[in-house]
């Protein structure tokens, strides 16, 4: 069952730790846009190009008809992942949001690079949650998908 899993949440929560648990998956994350030319930049004048970037390298997973696509980025507000969610829906990918916590404190200074601790309150004060499933269903059925994508099919 081909399946895309969109992570969720604040910089040094654990998202990209999350996403490399996820074996043989294809991993898109915008993080990635940054640090093409070096050591991780982010530069707010190119945020249009990472988002392209990002988005042409979901849609390269797609058009491979990759099993497992996780997409690795902040996603706090519902806009910013609803393309990536309807996109691998409109062609029959099963798609998961999964929301990975952690206290404001943990996440300074916990991530791949570093994030201002007053950039990660600001980012906590917009974070939309959908009123969909509880962390804990999203888990559950997230494992479901996984063994189900480990039964050998004959």
Not at 109 to 117: D, E, K, L, Q, S
Request: with cysteine.
């Amino acid at each position: 069952m081909r399946t895309v899993i969109i992570l969720r949440g604040l910089p040094g929560c654990g998202k990209s730790t999350l996403a490399k648990l996820f074996t043989g998956a294809v991993v898109v994350s915008m993080d990635d846009f940054w640090s093409l030319d070096g050591p991780y930049r982010f530069d707010h004048i190119k945020l249009d190009h990472a988002v392209a970037w990002t988005k042409a390298k979901f849609e390269t997973a797609i058009d491979q008809d990759e099993e497992l696509i996780v997409l690795d980025n902040t996603n706090t507000r519902e806009w910013e992942y609803l393309w990536f969610k309807n996109r691998a829906e409109e062609i029959g990918y099963t798609t998961h949001l999964v929301e990975v916590q952690r206290g404001l404190f943990e996440c300074f200074g916990a991530g791949r690079h570093p994030v201002p601790f007053e950039k990660i309150v600001e980012m906590a004060e917009r974070f939309e949650r959908p009123a969909t499933m509880t962390l804990e269903a999203q888990v559950k059925m997230l494992l479901i998908e996984i063994a189900k994508m480990k039964v050998p099919r004959g």
